[in-house]
């Protein structure tokens, strides 16, 4: 089966606590973002990886942390420096960053909350 | 100003009724455009691109107006299934950052 996973489902922070979020694709697509998406508003883009070992900063990057070490691989760190991190997390994926290739697929989502 | 506009709705039709949502985009340079599907809790979901002459895909009818700057989409002997809310999306040339709309929501009763 082709798809993004995203994992935990669920996850739960505590005060001062890092925690990281995994998102892994098998539908070799060179392109992977992470959302962010809070009740009533839409998705925020958190950060964004256009090939292994590159990313660069979305519109609301700051207490988070990206690798891209691997094709496949794309986890989310949501540092203690983030002070408002309870929200649905989302990953997504595409071909390419560019053109008509830019049509993005979602994992299933991560909800932290914190404790 | 938002980049996209949406009605957050809800809008409440019976089954079998036509509905349509709009969507404003502020961008002039918006190049692409597309509308998902969100289910309550759930992820985006693609539901269909939206081309310049306009695309239908089943019961689905998608139409851009660039000198407007606005997107719709039509829906057809709505569903009970097609109860969600419908995100619109837009690319922007030069940056290739896709922009949600914040979603209308859709129900749709027997």
């Known amino acids: 089966d082709g798809g993004i996973t995203q994992s935990p489902k669920y996850l739960f922070r505590k005060e001062g606590q890092n925690v990281t979020l995994s998102c892994e694709q098998n539908?070799?697509?060179?392109?992977m973002y992470w959302y962010r998406q809070d009740p009533g508003q839409g998705l925020r883009l958190i950060y964004y990886?256009?090939?292994?070992?590159?990313?660069q900063k979305g519109d609301i990057a700051e207490g988070y942390s990206v690798s891209r070490e691997k094709k496949e691989s794309f986890p989310l760190t949501v540092t203690s420096a983030q002070k408002n991190p309870t929200a649905f997390y989302l990953c997504?994926?595409?071909?390419?960053?560019?053109?008509?290739?830019?049509?993005?697929?979602f994992g299933a989502g991560t909800r932290l909350s914190v404790l | 100003r938002k980049e996209v506009e949406q009605d957050p709705g809800p809008f409440n039709v019976p089954e079998g009724a036509t509905v349509a949502f709009n969507c404003t985009y502020s961008?002039?340079?918006?190049?692409?455009f597309f509308w998902y599907r969100q289910d309550c809790r759930k992820e985006p979901k693609l539901l269909m691109s939206v081309y310049s002459s306009g695309n239908e895909d089943g019961r689905f009818t998608a139409q851009l107006n660039r000198a407007s700057q606005y997107i719709s989409l039509l829906i057809r002997d709505s569903k009970l299934s097609d109860s969600a809310t419908y995100l619109c999306v837009v690319r922007v040339t030069g940056f290739q950052k896709l922009v949600f709309g914040t979603g209308t929501r859709l129900l749709v009763s027997p």
């Open positions: 539908l070799n697509h060179d392109a």
């Open positions: 997504a994926s595409s071909i390419s960053r560019t053109g008509a290739k830019n049509i993005q697929y």
């Open positions: 961008n002039s340079a918006s190049q692409s």
């Open positions: 990886s256009q090939i292994v070992n590159d990313f």
